[in-house]
């Protein structure tokens, strides 16, 4: 496509009084050598007579490359929409007028600056074409047929889509179809009420758009959102299925009781309470020993749970559920008594009334208390010793029947644990691997994914095992485009938690398949059509990129060469950033094109300029909320590109910015660890990651590592930013002094 | 309780607490609130919280022998403060009744004087000794009462009556009380057993009591100390009248008991006369006390109700003997200085509420103020305050 380019400088919100135009696009045209006839302004660009100026630009001159010289890209971005053209937006708003003093020559010269590096990126950028597979397919595999499996399907089958639930139990229902009843769920919260899952089986079975297979596992799955090929192992055998998106809906067993001996687990009358259910199941509340009506029944919470030894996170529905097996306990006999043990109740939300209803029967009886032992009584009962009550201390409480109230494991904890150990015995050498495969049960996998980084969802730190996102904003992502996890395989929840929840992991499924269907990224940068397209003839497989990919994108032919399953990918640019070739590259977002904007910035002889590399998704808004608060000023030496994610950031900018002599670089990224806040997971941590190791580089140039830094900034730390690159910018004033390349 | 405890948990108990007027014990979730905002409970081991805990679990033993149910004045801060309704001051107050019930002998009263359905039975009891003592006529004449065979009852038959009653009612708190003392003592250590001190205690107690120190650091019910503190004195002074009234009956010279038994005493007749001037004049101002405190009681009870609950039948009860008593004994004095004759059976009613609060007194809140100083002397001689 040949470029005809426009430069179009608003002069709005401030811009017209803050900056002298004229002088600005003087300096832009003897910098960047551009067209100065092709540079044009207008009062308010957003008005419908600047939309219709451009427009009819595009239409007369045919222009079809714009360098939009407004507001932040995060604003207007309905009014600036021009189908079929290159759009740069230049960021003279917030980042400029509204945040440094106005009327300053200084102040212009930023803007020349900013205005210069659009025109390098509009010159670079290419037109983004979507890339859409073949033979794409829209039905979604749901793997578990429980309430939150059933859920989903539901939900899938009533927005249109087509619909296939595996059950490796014979029956549907999951965990939710061994419960005696199900907890209230309307207001007052008072009663307990049938299964509300027999009534999912029954519209479930009888739908046309849901096939279901029970007593049936997944062999294996290959391809990509869109393109899943599926292997069932049925009863008749294996069966293929086409996929478009899953949603991951395994559940969870109950806490190995066994592990429970101290809280009296292998005792008669000492059951969990899953064994409880079925107990209420049959009729009164009869002990397992002897088949007498239990009067004294103890729930001891938590356990398991919020235990180090044993599970370190709450379970979450354990406190529910023995209120509500107290409720069977009362309403078999009212005269026995359920004493329930608790480390504190936990039951948020509505839980709270009915939790209140059942504290108000006077056969309900509660302490915290930390249980030390369960031993065995006379007669078959049993003895609770437990400390740190309510009662001040120590106590002794003698029941005829005791229910240890075991928490939830997912079932992607034992995959997740196998495999982890697995790497980590293959860390240390082929026999540790081969030793530790010969003496680790292997648990039974879930996905069989065949991706080259694994065949489950990876295990992440303060996860637990479970396949969550760790991350509000994504809740039901899973790090595999395409999987969405759902109910208590994510997170330990109620059943009508696991509905919400299914509901909104369907949600999140139809959204990928209809993304990838217009060749849109799925999320969280839906509305990009752009993707990763390596320069394969230089590729060295050195598989840098397939290890590092947050995602598990890209895949290995036999020879270990690198190939995307573009599908997967999230367009974060990871791949790109840590690509030593420096092969990837985005239509609009490449190694040179980001490199040139940085070569593009004025360089003053006498005073320091510091190149900031910001994450567009918090550290860009935090600046901008700087500008649009307008309380505090940025730092007049620095120069700020959004870039996708810092895991984009390559290693080549670093020598880019320092051979041109920028005196410093400053790396804005979110928050990394336990608690990230990367939009792409490992992002972040990984720029930090190759920083680390940048700044060896760095001293072998004799240029002090100091230079470069990294910062974690949250979208909420507008208000300490500033002072924070002040902070970095006097130290490199003060200490560190001019770059010594500069002017070279 | 340091050691380990047995928990003996029962639900008839935790019913019973319900149904004494502590329908609202249920609904804690022990929070601690109560200890926190109480201003009475020593700092150690704080009542109410875990008092709410045990009448939770049904334990009746650990409660009875608690000495703080009873070092609890009910001022109702908790009751004001607590977010969950469960009204710690009215549940103390419901199991300060069963612990009446408990050491008062015998149980079968204690148990009539909880119930409302067994009112009318203990008045009846009353009110039938007068009527079968005469009570039923109404004599020609002057209006006077006490003669010796007059026209109402004879006073031989009244006065042993009433002293039978009051010395039954003393002969059973007594006990109660020994009770209560020996349940609270039993988990004591020796050694602590053999450093108490009960003269000490006591006289601090009683000092404690006379200034009603402890019950004017209630918030939420300010003002029903200065409420207490009048139909507490009132109390005193109608004692001190009967005491003198009975001096005087026993010593007037022709008509006095040592003269009905052949034992006349020599003794001028401005002696008898100065008596009974005293003891009119501390008995008048004594029963103008009485009313006044016992109005603002009730009005106290009505204006808290809100935050501190409007209080159980048991406590109603006792307001209502109480005010009866004054009421009648001040209507039937009128009536009869005005020579009207319905004064005769004002002043059986009267009796009854005399009666009623005598006879009854160890099953009805009036026991408390034996329970009540007999636990905060436990307290005192065992350091809690």
């Not at chain 1, 919260?189 to 297979?213: D, G, M, R, T, Y």
């Not at chain 1, 069977?328 to 329930?340: F, L, T």
């Not at chain 1, 839906?526 to 993707?531: F, G, P, V």
Request: charged residues 20%; contains cysteine; glycine residues 10%.
């Amino acid at each position: 496509m040949e470029k005809k380019y426009g430069v179009y400088i608003c002069k709005g919100c401030g811009i017209g009084e803050s900056l002298n135009v004229d002088k600005v696009i003087d300096s832009v045209v003897s910098n960047t050598r551009f067209a100065k006839d092709k540079i044009k302004t207008h009062g308010v660009l957003c008005s419908p007579e600047g939309i219709a100026m451009i427009r009819e630009d595009i239409k007369n001159e045919g222009v079809n490359a714009l360098n939009i010289c407004a507001c932040s890209q995060r604003a207007k971005y309905e009014e600036f929409d021009f189908p079929g053209c290159v759009m740069v937006r230049t960021n003279l708003r917030e980042m400029v007028v509204w945040s440094q003093e106005p009327g300053n020559e200084q102040t212009g010269a930023i803007a020349a600056d900013y205005v210069g590096m659009g025109i390098i990126k509009m010159q670079k950028a290419e037109l983004p074409e979507p890339g859409i597979l073949e033979n794409l397919n829209k039905t979604i595999l749901v793997i578990g047929g429980g309430t939150a499996g059933l859920t989903a399907a539901l939900e899938a089958s009533a927005a249109g889509y087509e619909v296939a639930i595996v059950e490796k139990e014979a029956v549907l229902g999951g965990m939710a179809i061994k419960n005696f009843k199900a907890l209230p769920s309307e207001y007052p919260f008072k009663e307990l009420q049938a299964l509300p899952v027999l009534e999912k089986i029954k519209k479930a079975e009888s739908n046309p758009k849901i096939k279901i297979f029970k007593s049936t596992t997944v062999e294996k799955i290959d391809g990509q959102p869109g393109l899943y090929d599926v292997t069932l192992k049925t009863p008749a055998g294996e069966e293929a299925l086409k996929a478009g998106a899953i949603v991951l809906a395994a559940g969870y067993k109950p806490y190995d009781a066994t592990k429970l001996g101290k809280l009296g687990y292998g005792l008669p009358n000492v059951v969990t309470s899953t064994e409880f259910e079925e107990i209420a199941k049959k009729g009164g509340i009869k002990r397992p020993l002897d088949g007498k009506p239990a009067k004294k029944v103890a729930f001891i919470q938590c356990a398991g749970s919020r235990d180090p030894e044993h599970l370190p996170y709450c379970s979450h529905t354990c406190c529910m559920g023995s209120l509500k097996q107290a409720k069977y306990v009362r309403e078999a006999d009212p005269e026995a008594v359920a004493m329930i043990l608790y480390k504190d109740i936990r039951t948020p939300g509505q839980s709270e009334l009915f939790y209140m209803n059942m504290q108000n029967d006077p056969g309900v009886m509660l302490t915290k208390g930390e249980v030390k032992q369960v031993t065995q009584g006379v007669g078959g009962n049993l003895m609770i010793e437990a400390e740190n009550t309510l009662f001040g201390g120590s106590v002794k409480i003698e029941a005829d029947m005791v229910v240890l109230a075991t928490g939830i494991v997912p079932a992607t904890a034992g995959p997740q644990a196998y495999l982890d150990g697995l790497a980590k015995a293959a860390g240390k050498g082929d026999a540790e691997k081969a030793k530790f495969i010969e003496e680790t049960p292997k648990p039974q996998f879930i996905l069989n994914l065949g991706y080259r980084q694994g065949p489950e969802i990876p295990s992440m730190e303060g996860a637990f095992g479970f396949a969550d996102s760790n991350f509000l904003c994504f809740q039901y992502e899973t790090r595999r485009t395409g999987i969405y996890a759902a109910g208590c395989v994510r997170q330990p929840m109620t059943e009508a938690e696991a509905e919400a929840d299914a509901a909104g992991a369907a949600m999140k499924a139809i959204q990928c398949m209809e993304h990838v269907a217009k060749g849109i990224a799925v999320h969280p940068r839906a509305w990009d059509q752009t993707y990763p397209d390596p320069l394969m003839a230089r590729c060295t497989s050195c598989k840098r990129c397939t290890e590092e990919c947050p995602f598990g994108a890209i895949d290995e032919d036999a020879k270990g060469t690198p190939f995307y399953k573009i599908n997967r990918c999230r367009r974060c640019g990871t791949c790109m950033g840590a690509c030593p070739e420096r092969i990837v590259s985005f239509k609009d977002f490449n190694v040179d094109l980001i490199g040139s904007m940085i070569k593009s910035v004025d360089i003053p002889e006498d005073g320091i300029r510091v190149i900031v590399l910001a994450c567009e998704n918090d550290a860009y808004p935090a600046l901008d909320t700087v500008g649009i608060r307008r309380q505090q000023k940025l730092n007049p030496a620095i120069r700020v590109i959004p870039v996708r994610c810092l895991g984009s950031t390559n290693l080549v900018w670093v020598a880019d910015a320092f051979s041109r002599g920028v005196d410093g670089l400053l790396l804005l990224g979110c928050k990394f660890g336990e608690d990230y806040q990367c939009h792409f997971v490992k992002g972040s941590e990984l720029a930090n990651y190759r920083f680390s190791k940048v700044q060896e580089t760095l001293n072998r140039l004799q240029l002090e590592a100091e230079r470069c830094q990294m910062m974690e900034v949250g979208i909420d730390d507008y208000n300490k930013l500033p002072e924070k690159i002040n902070q970095f910018v006097k130290k490199i004033e003060d200490e560190i002094g001019p770059n010594p390349f500069k002017g070279f | 309780m340091s050691g380990t405890t047995i928990l003996k948990p029962d639900l008839g108990f935790v019913n019973e607490v319900i149904r004494s007027g502590g329908e609202s014990l249920k609904k804690c979730y022990q929070c601690a609130t109560c200890s926190v905002v109480c201003n009475v409970t020593p700092e150690d081991k704080p009542f109410p919280r875990k008092e709410m805990l045990q009448a939770q679990w049904g334990l009746k033993d650990q409660l009875m022998k608690n000495p703080d149910i009873w070092l609890c004045h009910q001022c109702s801060d908790c009751t004001a403060y607590c977010p969950r309704g469960a009204k710690p001051g009215e549940v103390l107050g419901a199991i300060r009744k069963m612990s009446i019930k408990e050491f008062s002998a015998p149980g079968f009263m204690a148990k009539m004087v909880g119930q409302p359905k067994f009112l009318l039975v203990l008045f009846a009891i009353p009110v039938l000794l007068l009527l079968a003592s005469g009570a039923g006529q109404t004599p020609a004449g002057p209006v006077a009462f006490g003669k010796p065979h007059g026209f109402l009852f004879s006073m031989y038959f009244i006065d042993p009556l009433f002293t039978a009653a009051a010395l039954f009612a003393l002969v059973s708190l007594g006990l109660g009380v020994r009770k209560y003392w020996k349940a609270m003592a039993a988990d004591l250590p020796a050694d602590q057993a053999a450093k108490i001190n009960l003269g000490a205690a006591v006289k601090e107690t009683v000092s404690e009591i006379l200034a009603h120190r402890r019950f004017q650091k209630c918030e939420t019910t300010k003002g029903r100390s200065t409420a207490h503190l009048l139909v507490f004195y009132s109390f005193i002074g109608l004692f001190i009248t009967t005491i003198l009234a009975f001096v005087k009956v026993i010593l007037e010279p022709n008509t006095g008991y040592l003269a009905f038994l052949g034992h006349p005493v020599q003794i001028g007749e401005s002696a008898i006369t100065g008596l009974t001037v005293i003891f009119k004049i501390i008995g008048n101002a004594s029963a103008l006390a009485l009313i006044a405190g016992i109005f603002l009681v009730m009005t106290n009870r009505f204006k808290n109700s809100k935050k501190a609950g409007v209080g159980s039948y048991y406590d109603w009860l006792f307001i209502t003997i109480v005010a009866g008593l004054g009421i009648t004994g001040l209507l039937a004095e009128l009536l009869r200085i005005s020579n009207i004759p319905a004064a005769y059976p004002t002043y059986v009613i009267h009796l009854c509420f005399v009666f009623f609060l005598f006879a009854y007194a160890p099953f009805s809140k009036m026991a408390h103020m034996f329970y009540r100083a007999t636990a905060m002397v436990f307290a005192r001689a065992t350091g809690r305050g």
